[in-house]
């Protein structure tokens, strides 16, 4: 019963979608009668025998009979003989029952509209064409059987055995219930799928685990990078008490404040701390981290599939609230949504002209709506624009946008503009603005304080209380939502943050900035800090991703990153062909995506399954799942 009610939902469906609304109240009529619920051989032999033949419905007929044809050789090809022997009795006793009621025209114009066509079929057909010319055809020998009543008779009921036959006796099953089996057996395969990948995860972990064990009984390579004496410190120790650290290797540094021997010892590390700084110290667990991490493996994909709709690079992407769609933006100012699982109840694939380069996508977190840089929105089900707002003078720039996770509302994040040779260079000051999405007008603006830095990067947390917002300037800002103020905020980076996010237990916040200074190393940095909300400004995890994402590349597109559901993997952007998939706080460093063929410039995950999307500069988004 429950496939008869999908099918039948699937029929109203379409008889919508094209506007047959005469159609689908005679199919709403019959359906309250509940006639069966299997083929009704009388109905079909009806069909044939008391409205196509009697009314001269010579086209409908031949439909029909296509149909059946297609349909029952398809499923058994050993039935095509059969099947076009029928065919063939059918229509001669459509021209006989035309010449019976006198009507020589109707057979004229069949012959001119499917004579062509039955020639081809059939070679036998080239003495039907005198038919209509001789004076008694009932009396001709070749003709005279087709006219007596025992040949309709075995006609009639030779179709009905047929029929009866092929469409009950072997219990066929139309197309349309097979639908919902086929989803469930879908499902059923998705979650055994899902089973088995968190059995061979816990499996992997387990190996990474021995495997660890066993390099670090094979380690000598610590001793080549730090001195014997300086073992006892260690970038774990480090990164409860200070933030990461990391030293170039151009760093010079006069022996008169710090030699070998001050670095060995605990005792003058707090010495070293107020002569240089937490930022000096810091540099050196980041560069201690760098020579360490060895080279990531590539990722296990279970499958991937590519969607190539676009014309130019890729500037962002992400996955709808459910994960079933995906909106991917390009810089030629076009948005397409579209649907990676060919299993998915319904397809919005829709493309959407914006005339501006994308800076920022967002999903509206219950009704699959995406927003993007205008500001504009999109109803993916009714595939139109339901608003679209003008960026102001002052802030013509559109640099992130995030929904609430629980209210129908969101924050838009615009800057000013200045004259600036990279992508941070060109932002000018930063301006928060709330919208309603039920009415689409401001609400309130966020204060920032006078002149405040663009904001690059925002994040809400589960219930929406809290905003966080990261700078050019490297500060991160915490929100109260309901409140409307700002309630905290601390440097974590030099520079411009270029990506933040709430972690799992919302216990931490994730942020992806630029490190360095020009004057003392050879060049900037990107590092990855994982920071405490309990405890404020201390670093949790650190990672630095310079050796994938080049901070001169940031000219050209934002580096952003993403977390999976669990909270285990971070995936970040790339300057190379492949994307570097962190392990937080696991004993393995990290992983690597499948090559592209340019540059990772946009990242996401699925919202709750182990399956990850990458847009890049040679034009193409991907969607891979892994164990």
Same mark, same amino acid.
């Given at each position: 019963?429950?496939?008869?009610?999908?099918?039948?939902?699937?029929?109203? *469906?379409?008889?919508?979608?094209? !506007?047959?609304?005469?159609?689908?109240?005679?199919?709403?009529?019959?359906?309250?009668?509940?006639?069966?619920?299997? $083929?009704?051989?009388?109905?079909?032999?009806?069909?044939?025998?008391?409205?196509?033949?009697?009314?001269?419905?010579? *086209?409908?007929?031949?439909?029909?009979?296509? $149909?059946?044809?297609?349909?029952?050789?398809?499923?058994?090809?050993?039935?095509?003989?059969?099947?076009?022997?029928?065919?063939?009795?059918?229509? +001669?006793?459509?021209?006989?029952?035309?010449?019976?009621?006198?009507?020589?025209?109707?057979?004229?114009?069949?012959?001119?509209?499917? %004579?062509?066509?039955?020639?081809? @079929?059939?070679?036998?057909?080239?003495?039907?064409?005198?038919?209509?010319?001789?004076?008694?055809?009932?009396?001709?020998?070749?003709?005279?059987?087709?006219?007596?009543?025992?040949?309709?008779?075995?006609?009639?009921?030779?179709? +009905?055995?047929?029929?009866?036959?092929?469409?009950?006796?072997?219990?066929?099953?139309?197309?349309?219930?097979?639908?919902?089996?086929?989803?469930?057996?879908?499902? +059923?395969?998705?979650? *055994?799928?899902?089973?088995?990948?968190?059995?061979?995860?816990?499996?992997?972990?387990?190996?990474?685990?021995?495997?660890?064990?066993?390099?670090?009984?094979?380690?000598?390579?610590?001793?080549?990078?730090?001195?014997?004496?300086?073992?006892?410190?260690?970038?774990?120790?480090?990164?409860?008490?200070?933030?990461?650290?990391?030293? @170039?290797?151009?760093?010079?540094?006069?022996?008169?404040?710090?030699?070998?021997?001050?670095?060995?010892?605990?005792?003058?590390?707090?010495?070293?701390?107020?002569?240089?700084?937490?930022?000096?110290? @810091?540099?050196?667990?980041?560069?201690?981290?760098?020579?360490?991490? *060895?080279?990531?493996?590539?990722?296990?994909?279970?499958?991937?599939?590519?969607?190539?709709?676009?014309?130019?690079?890729?500037?962002?992407?992400?996955?709808?609230?459910?994960?079933?769609? #995906?909106?991917?933006?390009? #810089?030629? !100012?076009?948005?397409?949504?579209? &649907?990676?699982?060919?299993?998915?109840?319904?397809?919005?694939?829709?493309?959407?002209?914006?005339?501006?380069?994308?800076?920022?996508?967002?999903?509206?977190?219950?009704?699959?709506?995406?927003?993007?840089?205008?500001?504009?929105?999109?109803?993916?089900?009714?595939?139109?624009?339901?608003?679209?707002?003008?960026? &102001?003078?002052?802030?013509?720039?559109?640099?992130?946008?995030?929904?609430?996770?629980?209210?129908?509302?969101?924050?838009?994040?615009?800057?000013?503009?200045?004259?600036?040779?990279?992508?941070?260079?060109?932002? %000018?000051?930063?301006?928060?603005?709330?919208?309603?999405?039920?009415?689409?007008?401001?609400?309130?603006?966020?204060?920032?304080?006078?002149?405040?830095?663009?904001?690059?990067?925002?994040?809400?947390?589960?219930?929406?209380?809290?905003?966080?917002?990261?700078?050019?300037?490297?500060?991160?800002?915490?929100?109260?939502?309901?409140?409307?103020?700002?309630?905290?905020?601390?440097?974590?980076?030099?520079?411009?943050?270029?990506?933040?996010?709430?972690?799992?237990?919302?216990?931490?916040?994730?942020?992806?900035? &630029?490190?360095?200074?020009?004057?003392?190393?050879?060049?900037?940095?990107?590092?990855?800090?994982?920071?405490?909300?309990?405890?404020?400004?201390?670093?949790?995890?650190?990672?630095?991703?310079?050796?994938?994402?080049?901070?001169?590349?940031?000219?050209?597109?934002?580096?952003?990153?993403?977390?999976?559901?669990?909270?285990?993997?971070?995936?970040?952007?790339?300057?190379? &062909? @492949?994307?570097? #998939?962190?392990?937080?706080?696991?004993?393995?460093?990290?992983?690597?995506?499948?090559?592209?063929?340019?540059?990772?410039?946009?990242?996401?995950?699925?919202?709750?399954?182990?399956?990850?999307?990458?847009?890049?500069?040679?034009?193409?988004?991907?969607?891979?799942?892994?164990?």
């Amino acid at each position: 019963m429950e496939k008869m009610k999908f099918a039948e939902e699937l029929v109203r *469906e379409f008889l919508v979608f094209r !506007g047959f609304t005469n159609t689908l109240q005679a199919f709403e009529k019959e359906l309250a009668t509940d006639i069966g619920k299997g $083929f009704q051989v009388d109905k079909i032999l009806d069909f044939i025998f008391s409205t196509y033949i009697p009314k001269f419905e010579a *086209e409908k007929l031949i439909d029909l009979l296509s $149909f059946f044809k297609n349909c029952f050789s398809y499923s058994d090809s050993s039935l095509v003989a059969v099947i076009s022997k029928l065919d063939q009795s059918i229509l +001669r006793y459509y021209i006989v029952n035309a010449l019976k009621c006198g009507r020589k025209d109707k057979v004229l114009e069949f012959f001119e509209n499917f %004579g062509n066509d039955l020639m081809r @079929r059939d070679e036998s057909w080239s003495s039907w064409f005198a038919i209509p010319y001789l004076q008694n055809p009932h009396s001709d020998p070749q003709f005279r059987v087709y006219f007596s009543e025992p040949w309709f008779r075995a006609l009639h009921l030779s179709i +009905r055995n047929f029929l009866s036959e092929m469409l009950n006796a072997c219990l066929r099953t139309p197309a349309l219930l097979k639908i919902s089996s086929e989803r469930d057996t879908v499902s +059923r395969l998705k979650k *055994e799928i899902k089973q088995l990948s968190l059995k061979l995860s816990q499996a992997q972990t387990s190996l990474e685990e021995k495997e660890a064990l066993l390099c670090l009984s094979k380690s000598g390579a610590e001793e080549a990078i730090v001195p014997p004496s300086m073992s006892r410190v260690n970038s774990t120790s480090l990164i409860d008490e200070r933030e990461p650290l990391q030293i @170039r290797d151009n760093a010079q540094v006069e022996e008169s404040h710090v030699s070998q021997s001050n670095l060995v010892d605990d005792s003058d590390v707090g010495k070293l701390l107020p002569e240089f700084s937490g930022y000096f110290m @810091r540099k050196l667990v980041k560069r201690y981290d760098f020579l360490n991490e *060895e080279d990531f493996p590539e990722v296990k994909a279970v499958f991937q599939d590519s969607f190539l709709g676009h014309t130019s690079p890729i500037s962002c992407s992400r996955f709808s609230a459910s994960g079933d769609n #995906i909106a991917s933006a390009s #810089i030629d !100012g076009t948005v397409r949504i579209w &649907t990676y699982d060919s299993s998915a109840p319904t397809s919005r694939n829709a493309t959407i002209y914006c005339g501006a380069k994308i800076m920022s996508l967002e999903w509206d977190c219950k009704s699959d709506r995406t927003s993007d840089g205008g500001i504009k929105a999109w109803n993916v089900d009714s595939k139109r624009v339901v608003c679209d707002l003008n960026s &102001t003078e002052a802030y013509p720039s559109i640099l992130d946008l995030k929904c609430s996770p629980v209210e129908p509302i969101f924050v838009s994040a615009a800057a000013s503009r200045r004259q600036g040779t990279g992508y941070f260079d060109n932002l %000018g000051f930063a301006s928060l603005t709330v919208w309603n999405m039920r009415t689409w007008k401001s609400m309130a603006v966020l204060p920032l304080g006078n002149d405040p830095p663009a904001i690059t990067s925002m994040s809400f947390n589960h219930n929406g209380k809290l905003l966080a917002a990261a700078a050019t300037d490297g500060m991160i800002h915490m929100f109260d939502m309901a409140a409307g103020q700002q309630v905290t905020g601390w440097p974590a980076h030099d520079s411009a943050i270029s990506s933040i996010l709430f972690g799992p237990d919302e216990t931490s916040i994730f942020s992806l900035g &630029t490190d360095g200074n020009a004057s003392i190393f050879d060049n900037t940095q990107l590092s990855i800090f994982e920071w405490s909300l309990h405890n404020q400004g201390k670093i949790l995890w650190s990672r630095n991703c310079s050796r994938f994402c080049n901070p001169e590349n940031s000219y050209q597109w934002r580096h952003q990153m993403a977390l999976d559901s669990d909270g285990r993997r971070l995936l970040v952007t790339s300057s190379s &062909t @492949r994307a570097p #998939i962190y392990q937080v706080r696991g004993q393995m460093t990290g992983i690597r995506s499948l090559s592209h063929s340019g540059s990772i410039t946009t990242v996401d995950w699925h919202p709750t399954l182990p399956i990850f999307l990458t847009g890049s500069a040679d034009h193409s988004v991907r969607v891979t799942s892994i164990l």
